[in-house]
T-cell receptor, first 114, second 115 residues
Framework: GQQVMQIPQYQHVQEGEDFTTYCNSS?????IQWYKQRPGGHPVFLIQ?????EVKKQKRLTFQFGEAKKNSSLHITATQTTDVGTYFC??????????????FGSGTQLTVLP | KAGVTQTPRYLIKTRGQQVTLSCSPI?????VSWYQQTPGQGLQFLFE???????NKGNFPGRFSGRQFSNSRSEMNVSTLELGDSALYLC??????????????FGQGTRLTVV
Protein backbone atom coordinates (compact mmCIF):
# COMPACT_ATOMS: atom_id res chain seq x y z
CA GLY A 1 0.00 0.00 0.00
CA GLN A 2 0.87 3.63 -0.13
CA GLN A 3 3.62 4.67 2.25
CA VAL A 4 4.81 8.12 3.24
CA MET A 5 8.21 8.22 4.87
CA GLN A 6 9.60 11.21 6.71
CA ILE A 7 13.10 11.98 7.96
CA PRO A 8 14.61 12.74 10.34
CA GLN A 9 12.51 11.39 13.17
CA TYR A 10 14.03 13.82 15.65
CA GLN A 11 15.94 17.06 15.26
CA HIS A 12 17.47 19.21 17.95
CA VAL A 13 18.65 22.64 16.88
CA GLN A 14 19.98 25.70 18.61
CA GLU A 15 17.67 28.69 18.37
CA GLY A 16 18.54 30.61 15.23
CA GLU A 17 19.69 27.57 13.29
CA ASP A 18 17.85 26.27 10.25
CA PHE A 19 15.79 23.09 10.12
CA THR A 20 14.62 20.84 7.29
CA THR A 21 12.36 17.80 7.23
CA TYR A 22 11.92 15.57 4.19
CA CYS A 23 8.97 13.54 3.05
CA ASN A 24 8.91 10.76 0.46
CA SER A 25 5.93 8.89 -0.92
CA SER A 26 5.98 5.46 -2.51
CA UNK A 27 3.40 6.69 -5.02
CA UNK A 28 2.73 9.91 -6.91
CA UNK A 29 0.57 12.28 -4.91
CA UNK A 30 -2.16 14.56 -6.19
CA UNK A 31 -1.18 16.98 -3.45
CA ILE A 32 0.75 17.05 -0.21
CA GLN A 33 -0.21 18.71 3.03
CA TRP A 34 1.86 19.72 6.02
CA TYR A 35 0.68 19.81 9.61
CA LYS A 36 2.25 20.92 12.89
CA GLN A 37 1.44 19.38 16.24
CA ARG A 38 2.60 21.16 19.36
CA PRO A 39 3.39 19.03 22.42
CA GLY A 40 0.09 17.96 23.97
CA GLY A 41 -1.86 19.42 21.07
CA HIS A 42 -3.48 18.29 17.88
CA PRO A 43 -2.31 18.53 14.27
CA VAL A 44 -2.88 21.93 12.72
CA PHE A 45 -2.89 22.42 8.97
CA LEU A 46 -0.02 24.53 7.64
CA ILE A 47 -0.20 24.35 3.87
CA GLN A 48 -1.10 22.32 0.81
CA UNK A 49 1.02 21.94 -2.33
CA UNK A 50 -0.57 20.77 -5.54
CA UNK A 51 1.65 21.54 -8.54
CA UNK A 52 4.80 19.74 -9.57
CA UNK A 53 7.84 21.73 -8.42
CA GLU A 54 5.70 24.10 -6.38
CA VAL A 55 7.38 26.27 -3.74
CA LYS A 56 5.41 28.18 -1.12
CA LYS A 57 6.59 30.39 1.71
CA GLN A 58 5.03 31.33 4.99
CA LYS A 59 7.31 33.81 6.74
CA ARG A 60 10.31 31.69 7.82
CA LEU A 61 8.82 28.43 6.47
CA THR A 62 9.49 27.26 2.92
CA PHE A 63 7.63 24.28 1.47
CA GLN A 64 8.58 22.44 -1.71
CA PHE A 65 6.86 19.78 -3.76
CA GLY A 66 9.09 17.66 -5.96
CA GLU A 67 8.92 17.57 -9.73
CA ALA A 68 7.72 13.97 -9.69
CA LYS A 69 5.17 14.79 -6.95
CA LYS A 70 6.58 12.04 -4.77
CA ASN A 71 8.65 14.07 -2.34
CA SER A 72 8.39 17.25 -0.39
CA SER A 73 10.33 19.28 2.13
CA LEU A 74 9.75 21.86 4.81
CA HIS A 75 12.54 24.25 5.66
CA ILE A 76 12.49 26.63 8.61
CA THR A 77 14.97 29.50 8.60
CA ALA A 78 16.33 30.81 11.89
CA THR A 79 14.27 28.63 14.20
CA GLN A 80 12.55 30.08 17.24
CA THR A 81 11.31 28.37 20.37
CA THR A 82 7.77 28.77 19.04
CA ASP A 83 8.67 26.35 16.23
CA VAL A 84 8.86 23.44 18.68
CA GLY A 85 6.57 20.57 17.76
CA THR A 86 6.15 17.65 15.42
CA TYR A 87 5.83 18.33 11.72
CA PHE A 88 3.88 15.88 9.60
CA CYS A 89 3.47 15.58 5.89
CA UNK A 90 0.35 13.88 4.57
CA UNK A 91 -0.78 12.70 1.19
CA UNK A 92 -4.23 11.65 0.05
CA UNK A 93 -4.66 7.98 -0.70
CA UNK A 94 -6.42 7.67 -3.99
CA UNK A 95 -9.30 5.26 -3.69
CA UNK A 96 -12.30 4.54 -5.79
CA UNK A 97 -15.11 7.00 -5.71
CA UNK A 98 -14.67 10.15 -3.71
CA UNK A 99 -13.41 8.70 -0.47
CA UNK A 100 -10.95 10.76 1.48
CA UNK A 101 -8.05 9.31 3.42
CA UNK A 102 -4.80 10.98 4.36
CA UNK A 103 -1.67 8.93 4.80
CA PHE A 104 0.60 10.65 7.28
CA GLY A 105 4.35 10.51 7.46
CA SER A 106 5.86 9.46 10.78
CA GLY A 107 6.63 13.07 11.62
CA THR A 108 9.76 14.98 12.60
CA GLN A 109 9.91 16.11 16.20
CA LEU A 110 11.71 19.44 16.41
CA THR A 111 13.30 20.66 19.61
CA VAL A 112 14.69 24.18 19.69
CA LEU A 113 17.25 24.89 22.39
CA PRO A 114 17.29 28.48 23.63
CA LYS B 1 -16.78 29.69 13.69
CA ALA B 2 -16.43 26.88 16.22
CA GLY B 3 -13.78 24.25 15.59
CA VAL B 4 -14.00 20.49 15.76
CA THR B 5 -15.20 19.35 19.17
CA GLN B 6 -14.36 15.96 20.60
CA THR B 7 -15.74 14.52 23.80
CA PRO B 8 -14.66 13.36 26.21
CA ARG B 9 -11.10 14.66 26.34
CA TYR B 10 -9.88 11.86 28.59
CA LEU B 11 -11.09 8.34 29.28
CA ILE B 12 -9.84 5.48 31.38
CA LYS B 13 -11.34 2.09 30.65
CA THR B 14 -10.68 -1.49 31.67
CA ARG B 15 -9.73 -4.26 29.27
CA GLY B 16 -12.80 -5.89 27.79
CA GLN B 17 -15.01 -2.85 28.13
CA GLN B 18 -16.31 -0.81 25.24
CA VAL B 19 -16.08 2.90 24.62
CA THR B 20 -17.84 5.51 22.48
CA LEU B 21 -16.15 8.70 21.41
CA SER B 22 -17.95 11.69 19.93
CA CYS B 23 -16.99 14.27 17.34
CA SER B 24 -18.82 17.40 16.21
CA PRO B 25 -17.34 18.74 12.98
CA ILE B 26 -17.10 22.33 11.88
CA UNK B 27 -20.50 23.61 10.83
CA UNK B 28 -21.05 22.87 7.16
CA UNK B 29 -18.41 20.16 6.95
CA UNK B 30 -19.83 16.85 5.85
CA UNK B 31 -16.69 14.71 5.86
CA VAL B 32 -15.48 13.34 9.17
CA SER B 33 -12.40 11.15 9.50
CA TRP B 34 -11.01 9.37 12.52
CA TYR B 35 -7.35 8.71 13.26
CA GLN B 36 -5.50 6.84 15.95
CA GLN B 37 -2.25 8.34 17.16
CA THR B 38 0.28 6.33 19.16
CA PRO B 39 3.99 6.93 19.79
CA GLY B 40 4.91 3.73 17.99
CA GLN B 41 2.59 3.81 14.97
CA GLY B 42 2.07 7.52 14.45
CA LEU B 43 -1.15 8.79 12.89
CA GLN B 44 -3.18 5.98 11.39
CA PHE B 45 -6.42 6.33 9.49
CA LEU B 46 -9.44 4.54 10.96
CA PHE B 47 -12.37 5.51 8.76
CA GLU B 48 -14.11 8.36 6.99
CA UNK B 49 -17.78 9.25 6.88
CA UNK B 50 -19.58 11.48 4.47
CA UNK B 51 -23.33 12.10 4.53
CA UNK B 52 -23.87 9.29 7.04
CA UNK B 53 -22.03 6.76 4.87
CA UNK B 54 -18.69 5.17 5.58
CA UNK B 55 -16.65 5.84 2.46
CA ASN B 56 -13.32 4.45 3.46
CA LYS B 57 -11.88 2.25 6.16
CA GLY B 58 -8.35 1.76 7.39
CA ASN B 59 -6.66 -1.45 8.43
CA PHE B 60 -8.18 -1.89 11.87
CA PRO B 61 -10.07 -4.85 13.33
CA GLY B 62 -13.84 -4.99 13.36
CA ARG B 63 -13.84 -3.96 17.02
CA PHE B 64 -13.47 -0.44 15.72
CA SER B 65 -16.65 0.96 14.25
CA GLY B 66 -18.25 4.29 13.66
CA ARG B 67 -21.26 6.11 12.43
CA GLN B 68 -22.34 9.54 11.34
CA PHE B 69 -25.62 11.25 12.02
CA SER B 70 -27.70 13.49 9.78
CA ASN B 71 -26.21 16.59 11.44
CA SER B 72 -22.71 15.31 10.49
CA ARG B 73 -21.78 14.54 14.09
CA SER B 74 -19.88 11.29 14.30
CA GLU B 75 -19.19 8.65 16.88
CA MET B 76 -16.66 5.89 16.98
CA ASN B 77 -16.95 2.79 19.09
CA VAL B 78 -14.31 0.38 20.24
CA SER B 79 -15.52 -2.88 21.73
CA THR B 80 -13.64 -5.43 23.82
CA LEU B 81 -10.88 -2.97 24.62
CA GLU B 82 -7.29 -4.14 24.63
CA LEU B 83 -4.27 -2.53 26.27
CA GLY B 84 -2.95 -1.71 22.81
CA ASP B 85 -5.97 0.48 22.11
CA SER B 86 -4.56 3.12 24.43
CA ALA B 87 -4.01 6.10 22.17
CA LEU B 88 -5.04 9.59 21.22
CA TYR B 89 -8.08 9.38 18.95
CA LEU B 90 -8.37 12.31 16.63
CA CYS B 91 -11.33 13.39 14.59
CA UNK B 92 -10.87 15.59 11.53
CA UNK B 93 -13.49 17.36 9.50
CA UNK B 94 -13.25 18.59 5.97
CA UNK B 95 -15.48 20.49 3.62
CA UNK B 96 -14.38 18.57 0.55
CA UNK B 97 -16.26 15.70 -0.97
CA UNK B 98 -13.44 14.97 -3.41
CA UNK B 99 -10.38 12.85 -2.92
CA UNK B 100 -7.85 14.98 -1.07
CA UNK B 101 -7.75 18.61 -2.11
CA UNK B 102 -8.66 20.37 1.09
CA UNK B 103 -7.27 20.58 4.55
CA UNK B 104 -8.34 18.53 7.52
CA UNK B 105 -9.31 20.36 10.68
CA PHE B 106 -8.51 18.28 13.72
CA GLY B 107 -10.20 18.25 17.08
CA GLN B 108 -8.20 18.20 20.28
CA GLY B 109 -8.62 14.45 20.52
CA THR B 110 -9.74 11.96 23.12
CA ARG B 111 -6.96 10.42 25.16
CA LEU B 112 -8.01 6.82 25.86
CA THR B 113 -6.16 4.79 28.43
CA VAL B 114 -6.96 1.10 28.78
CA VAL B 115 -5.87 -0.53 32.02
Amino acid sequence: GQQVMQIPQYQHVQEGEDFTTYCNSSTTLSNIQWYKQRPGGHPVFLIQLVKSGEVKKQKRLTFQFGEAKKNSSLHITATQTTDVGTYFCAGPLTTSGSARQLTFGSGTQLTVLP
Amino acid sequence: KAGVTQTPRYLIKTRGQQVTLSCSPISGHRSVSWYQQTPGQGLQFLFEYFSETQRNKGNFPGRFSGRQFSNSRSEMNVSTLELGDSALYLCASSSSNRTGGTEAFFGQGTRLTVV
